[in-house]
């Protein structure tokens, strides 16, 4: 593989799209300093995967992107392709060619894509990954990494060498393994606690669900009984209702028949009343022109009697207006006169009620006298007489608790000497049972030290026994891994050959297609052949590619199946005809100078089975080919035939014909399509043998556990036997307990009896002296209640006679007040009709004014109203006679009205008959229609309820449910299974699943448990088989680098001496790598003492001895040489040179000798300031070019 191209754009000062194509060998990039040929080194390690602004020269990852310049606005993208040449399939893709591209975006964005697919970051790293040429590799050093190989910390420096041994993978597939570990063990730590937490909840859940079940078993039978009631009672009323139904519809067809009567009366009414409306209008044109008339006639006799109405009227007026002027005068003198009088009454008046509050105010005077009161004095002797008889009568209550106190005094002493002969005895009884359980306790103690001694015996045995199950048992589970291991290589293997893997594309595709596309089809010469495994490397070696060769039955059959890969774009492949290949043979000359050489071993064609038709395919394949022992064996082999024989060795080794060798180490140690179904062979036959031994460990360790159970009884019935030893122990130290306190009881009982007899005998004496206390207290208590009688007597009769003549005070001051309030009013009342006579005579002086003047007025009128009245008299005549004509007209047009009416009236009553008769009718129909509807809705009640209560249908339920014979057994039946729901109270229906759940969810997580301990074992084994593995790898490369480094430091620098050492050589996976160097003419010192050009000449003898050990495709240095001078330059790019067949060296340079010896020169040049460009260079103008970069 080698770098094929690389295309750049927007990348830092690549403006615009440049695509340099790259050649196997040396390709040097030169140009001047600062134009950016640097920038070529930053987008290869930028492609990659690097994801640090500052390992590529910037601050921060948009600083690539192209900024702009005096005369170019700045792009918003940077894009970089890497295209490399994959022919050799050393990259893990199906592709003779690869692309990888990046891309990033102003806004933050990032693309990255293989083959122009997209993909992760991560899947480019992988790619590359221990290859050498990952962004962390050793193929990539930029300026100033060389420096920073060389004064980098050792343990830095270590990821180079773990680069070159390819331990990557190994590092990131243990940590991903540590990290799995973890997530286990939390897992595991998770599962732990459910459970703990679940296994808590399956009792309790389980008593739930048994209730949930009665429950639900009496809520089917509910369900059935009440499903089958509500049918009976849907099947009851649906009966009602037709029933109904034909009651309303015969009263729905009898009122038909009334409206039909009744529409045709109303129809004869409608027109009698017509005719009757046009009389009325008749009526009411003529009777306008009457009124009209009568109006007109009115008017002129009104005229008439007005004139003669206003002569009369204004003669009477005058003299009523004369009359009345007269009698005013006349009650103006009488008004006079009551004034005069009322006013002399309201004087009376006044002069009694001053009289009677005088005399009150003397009443109230005297009251005051007898006001003060002694109630309060007489309330204090009283308080006072309650507390003597209180005090009195506690002292009886003391004088009777005395007496009841000596008599209990008396009883206690008698009892105290009944018991003191009581507990004289108990005493003597608890020390005989003392001694009793002292004897039973030494006898308990003795037997139960003899279980003890013979239980723990028993236990070393079981424990004994124990590990040796456990070693069994890991023994078996360690087999049951195994097992498990093989089946799912097993389960690996077959799908990889079910499904072809190994294969190329196009071969893959047309052995899927053989089985439905193509005909003819054999197969694969790999599936074809069967190999002994010693044979497995020299038959793959010889075969190469021929082993995914296809072999068809016909040239036909070959050509399809081209076609078929072509039309699909599916690939390429190679087939072999079975009708036109041709057999290939050794002459028999050769074979036999063959066979009879030391180290030969079988012609290839003879060294596998095939099927004899196609035997001849394999001859052609290898019948020239012969297998040796050994490469000396080959080479003497192809010696004698010549050089024409191609002879291959048991290891891989080949020589060719002609004399060329091919050997070394393969990259894949296992064969994907010959060593697969060695393997599959392999593994099918250990999995059998496992599965046998399973068997037998499995047997095994059910007799161990079968012996550990009988142990364990031995075990289990010596502790019980240690327990009742031990409980016969405590129930002899319970006895002396209770027997010691018996004793201790029985002392202190009688110590007390002295204490209590001293105790009575000094309360007895006490008794006395307060009972002599008491007599004195009660006589003077006595005296004392005698004295407050006498007082609180006199006082009270004081009181009574001072309450007697307040009684009569009281009782006259209110006679008083009530004849005072009675003045009161009456003297108010002639104040008010002395004040109505002022009025009334103010009002008829007014009056009599008014009337002199109206009476002159009068007068006036009457002289101008004698005059003429014209001729309204003639004009009177002329109405009336036009007045009787509309009468007469009038009064014929009413009898026609009449006899209209009587007809209308007729016609209603009909109508009115009818409508009644319809409206018993419709009353009838709407109350049978109300009890349809009646019916109708608990109809719907039920159906719904059983549709919603029970999700049936009435059909289904009909058909599935005996209908109920007795309804009202049924319900009390409901009814009792109601009272047994409710009996079980608040049940948990979800506890039955809850239960269940909970059940398997143990069950679930206790293999949950199972599988992550076995899962943490394997992570165990597979994090130490990752470790033996970087070891072996890191040993060995480093080993190897190590060699090579003391070979290239003294060629590269003619001379001296270098070497390298870890630091922590007893940790190899984590020690670090120092570098020591002694170029000639110097003594051995560390890197920091060398100068600048010694420590760049020495990192690139490290970088070379690197590639010695690893070759890898392309390395791109980036003025790696800039320090050396001219000689060590020219030594420099001469050492490119014999790398240059296995590695692609991309060197970005301004000295002149690592330009001579490049195959190919770059120029990259900045004419426009800010953008670089590449600019083609001809040979002739290499010259002119060393000493412009120069």
Same mark, same amino acid.
């Given at each position: 593989?080698?770098?094929?191209?690389?295309?750049?754009?927007?990348?830092?000062?690549?403006?615009?799209?440049?695509?340099?194509?790259?050649?196997?060998?040396?390709?040097?990039?030169?140009?001047?300093?600062?134009?950016?040929?640097?920038?070529?080194?930053?987008?290869?390690?930028?492609?990659?995967?690097?994801?640090?602004?500052?390992?590529?020269?910037?601050?921060?990852?948009?600083?690539?992107?192209?900024?702009?310049?005096?005369?170019?606005?700045?792009?918003?993208?940077?894009?970089?392709?890497?295209?490399? *040449?994959?022919?050799?399939?050393?990259?893990?893709?199906?592709?003779?060619?690869?692309?990888?591209?990046?891309?990033?975006?102003?806004?933050?964005?990032?693309?990255?894509?293989?083959?122009?697919?997209?993909?992760?970051?991560?899947?480019?790293?992988?790619?590359?990954?221990?290859?050498?040429?990952?962004?962390?590799?050793?193929?990539?050093?930029?300026?100033?990494?060389?420096?920073?190989?060389?004064?980098?910390?050792?343990?830095?420096?270590?990821?180079?060498?773990?680069?070159?041994?390819?331990?990557?993978?190994?590092?990131?597939?243990?940590?991903?393994?540590?990290?799995?570990?973890?997530?286990?063990?939390?897992?595991?730590?998770?599962?732990?606690?459910?459970?703990?937490?679940?296994?808590?909840?399956?009792?309790?859940?389980?008593?739930?669900?048994?209730?949930?079940?009665?429950?639900?078993?009496?809520?089917?039978?509910?369900?059935?009984?009440?499903?089958?009631?509500?049918?009976?009672?849907?099947?009851?009323?649906?009966?009602?209702?037709?029933?109904?139904?034909?009651?309303?519809?015969?009263?729905?067809?009898?009122?038909?028949?009334?409206?039909?009567?009744?529409?045709?009366?109303?129809?004869?009414?409608?027109?009698?009343?017509?005719?009757?409306? $046009?009389?009325? *209008?008749?009526?009411?044109?003529?009777?306008?022109?009457?009124?009209?008339?009568?109006?007109?006639?009115?008017?002129?006799?009104?005229?008439?009697?007005?004139?003669?109405?206003?002569?009369?009227?204004? %003669?009477?007026?005058?003299?009523?207006?004369?009359?009345?002027?007269?009698?005013?005068?006349?009650?103006?003198?009488?008004?006079?006169?009551?004034?005069?009088?009322?006013?002399?009454?309201?004087?009376?008046?006044?002069?009694?009620?001053?009289?009677?509050?005088?005399?009150?105010?003397?009443?109230?005077?005297?009251?005051?006298?007898?006001?003060?009161?002694?109630?309060?004095?007489?309330?204090?002797?009283?308080?006072?007489?309650?507390?003597?008889?209180?005090?009195?009568?506690?002292?009886?209550?003391?004088?009777?608790?005395?007496?009841?106190?000596?008599?209990?005094?008396?009883?206690?002493?008698?009892?105290?000497?009944?018991?003191?002969?009581?507990?004289?005895?108990?005493?003597?009884?608890?020390?005989?049972?003392?001694?009793?359980?002292?004897?039973?306790?030494?006898?308990?103690?003795?037997?139960?030290?003899?279980?003890?001694?013979?239980?723990?015996?028993?236990?070393?045995?079981?424990?004994?026994?124990?590990?040796?199950?456990?070693?069994?048992?890991?023994?078996?589970?360690?087999?049951?891994?195994?097992?498990?291991?093989?089946?799912?290589?097993?389960?690996?293997?077959?799908?990889?050959?079910?499904?072809?893997?190994?294969?190329?594309?196009?071969?893959?595709?047309?052995?899927?297609?053989?089985?439905?596309?193509?005909?003819?089809?054999?197969?694969?010469?790999?599936?074809?052949?069967?190999?002994?495994? *010693?044979?497995?490397?020299?038959?793959?070696?010889?075969?190469?590619?021929?082993?995914?060769?296809?072999?068809?039955?016909?040239?036909?059959?070959?050509?399809?199946?081209?076609?078929?890969?072509?039309?699909?774009?599916?690939?390429?492949?190679?087939?072999?005809?079975?009708?036109?290949?041709?057999?290939?043979?050794?002459?028999?000359?050769?074979?036999?100078?063959?066979?009879?050489?030391?180290?030969?071993?079988?012609?290839?064609?003879?060294?596998?089975?095939?099927?004899?038709?196609?035997?001849?395919?394999?001859?052609?394949?290898?019948?020239?080919?012969?297998?040796?022992?050994?490469?000396?064996?080959?080479?003497?082999?192809?010696?004698?035939?010549?050089?024409?024989?191609?002879?291959?060795?048991?290891?891989?080794?080949?020589?060719?014909?002609?004399?060329?060798?091919?050997?070394?180490?393969?990259?894949?140690?296992?064969?994907?399509?010959?060593?697969?179904?060695?393997?599959?062979?392999?593994?099918?036959?250990?999995? +059998?043998?496992?599965?046998?031994?399973?068997?037998?460990?499995?047997?095994?360790?059910?007799?161990?556990?079968?012996?550990?159970?009988?142990?364990?009884?031995?075990?289990?019935?010596?502790?019980?036997?240690?327990?009742?030893?031990?409980?016969?122990?405590?129930?002899?130290?319970?006895?002396?307990?209770?027997?010691?306190?018996?004793?201790?009881?029985?002392?202190?009982?009688?110590?007390?009896?002295?204490?209590?007899?001293?105790?009575?005998?000094?309360?007895?004496?006490?008794?006395?002296?307060?009972?002599?206390?008491?007599?004195?207290?009660?006589?003077?208590?006595?005296?004392?209640?005698? &004295?407050?009688?006498?007082?609180?007597?006199?006082?009270?009769?004081?009181?009574?006679?001072?309450?007697?003549?307040?009684?009569?005070?009281?009782?006259?001051?209110?006679?008083?007040?009530?004849?005072?309030?009675?003045?009161?009013?009456?003297? &108010?009342?002639?104040?008010?009709?002395?004040?109505?006579?002022?009025?009334?005579?103010?009002?008829?002086?007014?009056?009599?004014?008014?009337?002199?003047?109206?009476?002159?007025?009068?007068?006036?009128?009457?002289?101008?109203?004698?005059?003429?009245?014209?001729?309204?008299?003639?004009?009177?005549? $002329?109405?009336?006679?036009?007045?009787?004509?509309?009468?007469?007209?009038?009064?014929?047009?009413?009898?026609?009205?009449?006899?209209? &009416?009587?007809?209308?009236?007729?016609?209603?009553?009909?109508?009115?008959?009818?409508?009644?008769?319809?409206?018993?009718?419709?009353?009838?129909?709407?109350?049978?229609?109300?009890?349809?509807?009646?019916?109708?809705?608990?109809?719907?009640?039920?159906?719904?309820?059983?549709?919603?209560?029970?999700?049936?249908?009435?059909?289904?339920?009909?058909?599935?449910?005996?209908?109920?014979?007795?309804?009202?057994?049924?319900?009390?039946?409901?009814?009792?299974?109601?009272?047994?729901?409710? $009996?079980? %109270?608040?049940?948990?229906?979800?506890?039955?699943?809850?239960?269940?759940?909970?059940?398997?969810?143990?069950?679930?997580?206790?293999?949950?448990?199972? *599988?992550?301990?076995?899962?943490? &074992?394997?992570?165990?084994?597979?994090?130490?088989?990752?470790?033996?593995?970087?070891?072996?790898?890191?040993?060995?490369?480093?080993?190897?680098?190590?060699?090579?480094?003391?070979?290239?430091?003294?060629?590269?620098?003619?001379?001296?001496?270098?070497?390298?050492?870890?630091?922590?050589?007893?940790?190899?996976?984590?020690?670090?790598?120092?570098?020591?160097?002694?170029?000639?003419?110097?003594?051995?010192?560390?890197?920091?003492?060398?100068?600048?050009?010694?420590? +760049?000449?020495?990192?690139?003898?490290?970088?070379?001895?690197?590639?010695?050990?690893?070759?890898?495709?392309?390395?791109?240095?980036?003025?790696?040489?800039?320090?050396?001078?001219?000689?060590?330059?020219?030594?420099?790019?001469?050492?490119?040179?014999?790398?240059?067949?296995?590695?692609?060296?991309?060197?970005?340079?301004?000295?002149?000798?690592?330009?001579?010896?490049?195959?190919?020169?770059?120029?990259?040049?900045?004419?426009?300031?800010?953008?670089?460009?590449?600019?083609?260079?001809?040979?002739?103008?290499?010259?002119?070019?060393?000493?412009?970069?120069?």
């Amino acid at each position: 593989m080698f770098l094929k191209k690389l295309e750049i754009k927007g990348f830092k000062s690549f403006a615009e799209e440049m695509n340099i194509e790259f050649v196997p060998g040396v390709n040097a990039v030169v140009g001047p300093n600062g134009s950016g040929k640097s920038n070529v080194s930053d987008g290869i390690r930028w492609v990659l995967g690097e994801q640090s602004a500052r390992s590529l020269r910037g601050s921060k990852m948009e600083d690539i992107i192209f900024a702009g310049s005096d005369s170019r606005r700045a792009l918003n993208v940077a894009e970089v392709t890497l295209v490399l *040449d994959n022919q050799d399939q050393f990259m893990d893709l199906d592709y003779n060619e690869v692309s990888v591209t990046r891309k990033l975006f102003r806004t933050g964005e990032s693309e990255y894509l293989i083959n122009r697919q997209p993909c992760r970051r991560k899947d480019i790293v992988d790619l590359f990954m221990d290859s050498g040429m990952g962004k962390e590799g050793f193929s990539i050093i930029g300026q100033g990494r060389v420096e920073e190989v060389l004064s980098s910390k050792p343990e830095e420096r270590r990821a180079i060498f773990e680069e070159a041994a390819g331990v990557l993978k190994y590092k990131q597939r243990k940590s991903q393994a540590e990290k799995k570990l973890t997530e286990t063990q939390d897992n595991l730590n998770r599962v732990e606690d459910i459970l703990n937490e679940l296994e808590g909840q399956v009792e309790p859940l389980k008593e739930q669900a048994s209730m949930a079940k009665d429950y639900l078993a009496k809520k089917e039978e509910l369900e059935e009984k009440d499903i089958a009631l509500t049918v009976s009672e849907i099947e009851t009323k649906h009966e009602q209702w037709k029933d109904l139904q034909e009651t309303v519809k015969h009263f729905e067809e009898s009122k038909q028949k009334i409206e039909q009567k009744l529409q045709l009366e109303e129809n004869n009414l409608a027109s009698v009343q017509s005719k009757a409306a $046009e009389i009325d *209008d008749s009526i009411s044109a003529l009777q306008d022109k009457l009124v009209s008339t009568s109006e007109r006639l009115e008017k002129e006799e009104g005229r008439r009697r007005l004139l003669e109405e206003r002569g009369k009227n204004a %003669g009477e007026k005058k003299e009523e207006w004369e009359n009345r002027l007269k009698e005013i005068t006349e009650k103006m003198e009488q008004s006079k006169q009551e004034w005069d009088i009322q006013k002399e009454r309201l004087q009376q008046k006044k002069q009694r009620v001053g009289e009677l509050e005088a005399k009150l105010s003397e009443i109230r005077n005297n009251w005051n006298a007898y006001k003060e009161s002694r109630m309060e004095e007489i309330e204090s002797l009283k308080s006072e007489y309650i507390e003597r008889l209180n005090e009195q009568a506690a002292i009886r209550n003391e004088e009777k608790y005395l007496s009841e106190q000596k008599a209990q005094l008396t009883q206690k002493h008698g009892s105290l000497n009944d018991d003191n002969d009581t507990y004289v005895k108990e005493r003597a009884e608890a020390k005989n049972k003392l001694n009793e359980w002292q004897t039973l306790k030494n006898q308990a103690q003795e037997d139960y030290d003899g279980e003890k001694a013979a239980f723990k015996e028993l236990q070393q045995r079981l424990d004994v026994h124990n590990s040796e199950v456990e070693q069994k048992e890991k023994k078996l589970y360690d087999a049951y891994r195994y097992v498990d291991q093989t089946r799912s290589r097993l389960h690996v293997l077959e799908e990889m050959e079910a499904d072809y893997s190994g294969f190329f594309q196009g071969v893959k595709e047309v052995l899927k297609a053989r089985k439905s596309s193509l005909d003819g089809v054999v197969g694969a010469v790999a599936e074809l052949i069967e190999v002994p495994k *010693d044979y497995t490397t020299a038959v793959e070696t010889a075969l190469g590619g021929a082993l995914q060769h296809v072999v068809t039955e016909t040239e036909k059959d070959a050509r399809q199946a081209i076609q078929y890969l072509k039309s699909r774009q599916k690939g390429r492949a190679t087939f072999l005809p079975a009708d036109v290949i041709r057999t290939r043979y050794l002459s028999k000359e050769i074979k036999h100078k063959m066979e009879t050489m030391q180290g030969f071993i079988t012609v290839g064609a003879d060294a596998l089975t095939v099927d004899k038709n196609y035997k001849h395919i394999i001859d052609h394949l290898l019948g020239q080919v012969v297998f040796a022992d050994s490469l000396e064996a080959a080479n003497m082999m192809a010696k004698a035939s010549n050089y024409k024989v191609r002879i291959v060795t048991l290891d891989g080794n080949v020589v060719n014909p002609g004399g060329s060798m091919t050997g070394g180490a393969a990259k894949q140690q296992k064969s994907q399509l010959l060593g697969r179904q060695h393997e599959l062979e392999e593994l099918r036959k250990k999995y +059998a043998d496992m599965q046998e031994k399973t068997e037998t460990l499995e047997q095994q360790v059910q007799s161990l556990k079968q012996q550990r159970e009988k142990m364990k009884n031995q075990l289990e019935e010596c502790r019980e036997r240690g327990e009742k030893a031990r409980d016969e122990l405590e129930r002899a130290n319970e006895g002396m307990t209770k027997a010691e306190a018996e004793l201790n009881r029985a002392n202190s009982r009688l110590s007390l009896f002295d204490k209590e007899s001293a105790s009575l005998e000094e309360e007895q004496e006490k008794l006395h002296n307060r009972e002599k206390v008491l007599l004195e207290n009660k006589d003077s208590v006595a005296e004392k209640l005698e &004295s407050l009688e006498n007082q609180i007597s006199s006082l009270e009769k004081v009181e009574k006679e001072r309450g007697e003549k307040l009684e009569t005070l009281q009782a006259e001051e209110t006679e008083l007040k009530v004849e005072l309030a009675t003045a009161k009013e009456a003297a &108010s009342n002639e104040q008010e009709q002395a004040e109505r006579l002022k009025r009334q005579y103010e009002d008829e002086s007014s009056q009599k004014e008014k009337l002199t003047k109206d009476i002159a007025l009068l007068d006036e009128q009457l002289s101008s109203m004698n005059g003429g009245s014209g001729d309204v008299n003639t004009d009177i005549e $002329e109405i009336r006679a036009e007045k009787q004509r509309l009468t007469d007209e009038m009064t014929q047009l009413r009898r026609d009205r009449v006899e209209g &009416s009587d007809e209308a009236e007729r016609l209603k009553g009909t109508i009115q008959q009818l409508t009644h008769e319809r409206n018993e009718k419709q009353q009838a129909y709407h109350d049978n229609q109300i009890e349809m509807n009646r019916l109708d809705v608990e109809l719907d009640t039920r159906l719904q309820r059983l549709q919603e209560t029970y999700e049936i249908s009435f059909d289904r339920a009909k058909a599935n449910y005996r209908l109920v014979e007795e309804p009202e057994e049924a319900r009390k039946k409901i009814k009792l299974i109601k009272m047994g729901i409710d $009996e079980l %109270g608040n049940v948990n229906l979800g506890a039955i699943e809850e239960y269940e759940r909970v059940y398997e969810r143990v069950s679930f997580l206790s293999d949950q448990r199972n *599988d992550l301990l076995q899962a943490q &074992s394997s992570l165990y084994e597979v994090i130490q088989e990752m470790d033996d593995e970087m070891i072996k790898r890191f040993s060995e490369t480093f080993d190897a680098i190590r060699a090579h480094f003391q070979e290239t430091f003294t060629e590269l620098f003619g001379g001296g001496q270098a070497d390298l050492h870890l630091t922590n050589p007893g940790e190899l996976l984590h020690t670090g790598v120092d570098i020591v160097a002694r170029p000639p003419g110097k003594k051995r010192q560390h890197l920091s003492l060398l100068s600048g050009g010694e420590k +760049a000449l020495t990192a690139i003898a490290l970088l070379f001895s690197i590639v010695k050990e690893k070759p890898v495709p392309f390395c791109v240095l980036d003025e790696v040489e800039a320090a050396l001078d001219e000689a060590n330059v020219s030594r420099f790019a001469k050492y490119l040179q014999t790398f240059s067949q296995t590695t692609q060296f991309i060197v970005i340079s301004h000295r002149k000798p690592t330009m001579e010896e490049a195959d190919v020169l770059y120029g990259i040049t900045m004419e426009e300031s800010g953008v670089s460009r590449m600019v083609s260079v001809k040979l002739d103008e290499t010259e002119e070019l060393m000493d412009t970069v120069q």
